[in-house]
C-alpha cells in the first residue's frame, strides 16, 4: 500500500487523507543532479555553509517547480547558487567550488557549470584554499584529458586566479587528445610566469 508521497518507479501516488483513496499520480521531472547534488542536499549544505561562514541575511534557496497536470517539473537550484555567487554570497561560492569539481554527468551541465565558473571568475573574495582547490581541479582535468565543454570556462577562471606553482605540470604534460592540446597552447599562452616569458 502506497503512503502519500511515496515513489512508484518514476511515479508520486497522492493519497487523499479523507478516505485513503488514490486522488491521482503526478509524474516528476526533476532536473537536479543525485544524491549530494539532489534539490534537498543542496539546500541543505547552503544553510551549512551560511551558518559556518556568518552569511546574513540567508537566502532562500529552493528549487523552482513548474506543474501542468499530472506533471511536475523541479528546476535545478543550482540557478540560485549561481545568482548568489553573482551576489558575493560565500555559502554559494563553496557550492560552486564543490559543483565544478564534479565529474559526473548533470541535467544542463555542460551550462550549469560553465555559468559556475563565470560567476566565480567575477568573486573577488576567493580564499587562498579555494584558488588551491580550483587549480588543482583545472590541471587535474587537462592532464587526464578531460576537457569537455565547460572547461573553456574553467581556463578562463585559472588564467583570472593564476595557476600558481602548476606551471611545470602544465608544460610538461603530454596532451592526450585534440581538445587537451589546444587547452595546453591556451594556458602557455597566457598563464606563463614573468620567469618562464624571459626564456
Known amino acids: 500500500m ?3 508521497g511515496h515513489r512508484a518507479d518514476n511515479l508520486i501516488v497522492r493519497i487523499n487523507p479523507n478516505d485513503g483513496c488514490v ?7 526533476d ?34 517547480i513548474s506543474r501542468k497536470g499530472d506533471q511536475r517539473w523541479v528546476y535545478p537550484v543550482m540557478y540560485q547558487i549561481i545568482d548568489g555567487i553573482k551576489d558575493g ?27 559556475t565558473a563565470r560567476a566565480l571568475r567575477q568573486f573577488p573574495g576567493l580564499t587562498s584554499g579555494q584558488m ?5 581541479r583545472v590541471v587535474g582535468m587537462l592532464l587526464t584529458g578531460i576537457v569537455p565543454r565547460e572547461y ?27 581538445y587537451a592540446a589546444r587547452a595546453q597552447a591556451y594556458f ?10 624571459g626564456t
Not at 96 to 112: H, N, T
Not at 152 to 174: C, F, M, N, Q
Open 2 to 4: 502506497f503512503r502519500a
Open 23 to 29: 486522488d491521482r499520480t503526478v509524474t516528476p521531472h
Open 31 to 64: 532536473y537536479n543532479g543525485p544524491g549530494r547534488w539532489s534539490a534537498e542536499e543542496i539546500v541543505r549544505r547552503y544553510q551549512a555553509y551560511a551558518k559556518r561562514f556568518h552569511v546574513s541575511p540567508v537566502r532562500n534557496i529552493e528549487p523552482d
Open 89 to 115: 554570497d560565500p555559502a554559494c561560492v563553496q557550492i560552486g567550488i564543490e559543483f565544478i569539481g564534479e565529474d559526473q554527468g548533470f541535467p544542463f551541465g555542460a551550462i550549469l557549470k560553465s555559468n
Open 132 to 136: 588551491a582547490t580550483i587549480r588543482a
Open 152 to 178: 573553456r570556462e574553467y581556463s578562463k577562471l585559472l588564467r583570472k586566479i593564476g595557476i600558481g606553482d602548476h606551471w611545470p605540470r602544465i608544460v610538461s604534460a603530454t596532451p592526450r587528445n585534440h
Open 188 to 197: 602557455m599562452r597566457h598563464c606563463a610566469p614573468a620567469e618562464a616569458k
